[in-house]
């Protein structure tokens, strides 16, 4: 895969311009045309608005973790276990999703260092299926902390999902209680867990390991909340207020330590690390 | 008075007939009691074949029942004794979600549940069984007291959801829903819990992860309302019926994905024709599954709790055998 196509692939959202190149890419905030590798080189933030763009799994982890990191390989679930369907069958859904992705699922695990602390770095990948948690996220969520207890170090989550999975109906609920019984784990074993909340993060993700985090980190203008905002403009039947369920908003109520703009995260992230120290802890 | 759900009109129209015919045979002298003996068998009979048969979607509708028994209904048919305790401490007293001291036989429990009210007043008190995080922050409150004083905890879970209100994202919904999850896995005491009636997605989990669950033979049990996954997925929500089908929320599927671990029958025609015949199931059911869970230790009950977490959806073993 060229330089190109990479980049192409992890700009979903940033419309490309009808040019025979496709250099150029549109801010989805501000539709400023930026030159793709400008984009990139400024971590898909948006040089005008600063608008944090969304960011696939590979290119988050480049990001974040120094040079020579490893991949860890996706577990193997339970392919479409209640053959579900609607106007399309899930099976063919998720053959799409992964004929777009280099990987299988929505959540890819690395073992690596940030500025030379260890840690295991989990990504939730929006791209995929939106991010959505199934029973392949939940399953790597776990391998992920059982690789961090194996490690004895950090744990480090970036999520990133519309919420639940739904073609997987209550099993992908059951990816609830199922994570948490590894962040308690992690939680005894005095190792940190760190979570990064990054655009979207919604629904039963949201309502588990998202919010139990030893540190809160959202990037800015991240929408981060529970219910969806049409289903309580339909409860309440009234007007959400300005910024509703976003970073600011969420750091504002205290669910969040901080609110941290994309080029200062790796920076911050290494500091959190170099104060939370596993071998401190028990 | 009982309220007929669609797909009972034909049970409806007997029961009319039967009610008619016994008003025209006041003070008459023909005898009718042999019409009204083959009426009430033929109805008695077509109720059994509608609710040996009901569809994800009618399962749905007799869920949400308005006449279903709640919380109130199983206190007052299971338990001996009810001390209600109120408050989170930090906020407010959550209505929604009830708990308190209770008493099941010789059995001393924490008895934490959805209550959905039952007539326009208390539903409105009872925010219609949706919990704000003031209720689950109340659960995790009573939840640790019960790990502190050795009594199990027994939960009754009955909500289409968790409130979705701006106060409610504001005070941390999702937090309180997770650290709730997160208090139950932490039980060092027994956790049996029941889904009587809706188990409405992570609302319904904060309060059912428990290493027993339980559910009523019509109780659903969800990742999203079957409308709000038919609006989402067929971009309608009159394909709920088709939603309600593909996501497998009754009893019967949950059983099988190993999601749920037993059954609870309920009367024929469902818990809301007999209240108590339900609640005495439920009773004798959970009786039974804290009997069992309160010989083990501590360890052991954290450890069957987290592994069947773990394990739900596994797939090593049916790939094992595939081999
Ligand atoms: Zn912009």
Redesign the pocket.
């Known amino acids: 895969m060229s330089w190109l196509t990479q980049i192409r692939k992890s700009i979903p959202f940033g419309r490309k311009r009808e040019s025979a190149d496709n250099l150029w890419v549109k801010?989805?905030?501000?539709?400023?045309m930026?030159f793709a590798r400008d984009y990139e080189e400024n971590l898909f933030v948006?040089?005008?608005?600063?608008?944090h763009g969304r960011v696939g799994a590979d290119t988050r982890l480049a990001q974040i973790l120094d040079p020579g990191y490893e991949l860890l390989p996706e577990p193997s679930v339970a392919e479409d276990p209640l053959k579900f369907r609607d106007s399309k069958k899930y099976a063919d859904r998720i053959k799409a999703a992964r004929a777009k992705s280099p990987h299988q699922d929505a959540f890819q695990v690395a073992l690596g260092a940030i500025e030379g602390h260890k840690a295991i770095v989990g990504v939730q990948d929006f791209t995929f299926m939106g991010g959505s948690m199934g029973m392949a996220v939940g399953q790597a969520f776990v391998n992920g902390a059982k690789r961090a207890l194996e490690e004895e170090c950090a744990y480090i989550v970036f999520t990133a999902a519309g919420g639940a999975r739904m073609q997987e109906g209550i099993l992908s609920l059951m990816q609830m209680p199922k994570a948490t019984v590894m962040t308690r784990r992690l939680k005894e074993a005095g190792l940190p867990y760190i979570v990064v909340l990054t655009d979207p993060t919604t629904g039963g993700v949201t309502a588990s390991y998202a919010m139990l985090g030893d540190i809160h980190i959202a990037e800015p203008g991240a929408l981060i909340g529970f219910a969806g905002q049409r289903v309580i403009q339909d409860t309440i039947r009234e007007s959400l207020p300005e910024g509703f369920q976003r970073a600011e908003y969420l750091h504002k109520h205290g669910m969040v330590d901080m609110v941290v703009e994309r080029k200062s995260l790796r920076a911050t992230l290494a500091r959190l690390l170099d104060y939370l120290h596993p071998a401190q802890a028990a | 008075m009982i309220s007929y759900l669609e797909f009972e009109k034909p049970v409806a129209a007997l029961e009319s007939r039967i009610a008619e015919l016994r008003a025209a045979a006041e003070g008459d002298d023909v005898d009718i009691s042999n019409e009204l003996e083959r009426l009430e068998e033929k109805s008695a009979d077509l109720l059994a074949s509608i609710y040996g048969s009901l569809t994800p979607w009618q399962k749905t509708q007799v869920a949400r029942h308005p006449m279903r028994p709640h919380f109130r209904d199983f206190v007052a048919y299971i338990f001996d004794d009810f001390m209600p305790l109120g408050g989170d401490r930090y906020y407010a007293e959550d209505e929604a979600i009830v708990g308190g001291l209770a008493r099941l036989g010789d059995r001393r429990v924490m008895l934490i549940g959805h209550e959905k009210g039952h007539d326009t007043e208390s539903r409105l008190r009872h925010n219609f069984g949706m919990g704000k995080p003031e209720g689950y922050r109340k659960a995790i409150r009573l939840m640790e007291m019960a790990g502190r004083f050795g009594l199990p905890v027994v939960t009754l879970v009955d909500t289409s959801g968790a409130f979705p209100g701006v106060e409610a994202e504001e005070r941390g919904q999702a937090e309180a829903i997770a650290r709730s999850t997160e208090a139950c896995l932490a039980l060092p005491v027994p956790m049996v819990a029941t889904i009587v009636g809706e188990g409405g997605s992570g609302g319904a989990v904060a309060l059912a992860s428990a290493e027993r669950v339980l559910m009523l033979e019509h109780a659903v049990y969800s990742v999203i309302s079957p409308e709000g996954c038919a609006s989402i997925l067929w971009r309608t929500a009159e394909k709920a019926p088709e939603a309600a089908e593909a996501m497998k929320v009754t009893a019967r599927d949950l059983l099988k994905l190993g999601v749920i671990d037993r059954i609870v029958n309920e009367p024929v025609g469902g818990a809301h024709r007999d209240p108590r015949a339900a609640a005495g199931a439920l009773r004798d059911a959970i009786g039974e599954e804290l009997d069992k869970l309160l010989r083990m230790s501590p360890e052991s009950l954290l450890r069957l709790r987290e592994d069947r977490f773990l394990g739900i959806g596994d797939n090593t073993k049916a790939r094992r055998r595939a081999r």
């Not at chain 1, 801010?27 to 400023?32: I, K, L, Q």
């Not at chain 1, 948006?46 to 608008?51: E, W």
Request: charged share 25%; aromatic share 0%; proline share 15%.
């Open positions: 801010c989805p905030n501000c539709s400023e930026l948006c040089p005008r608005c600063d608008h």
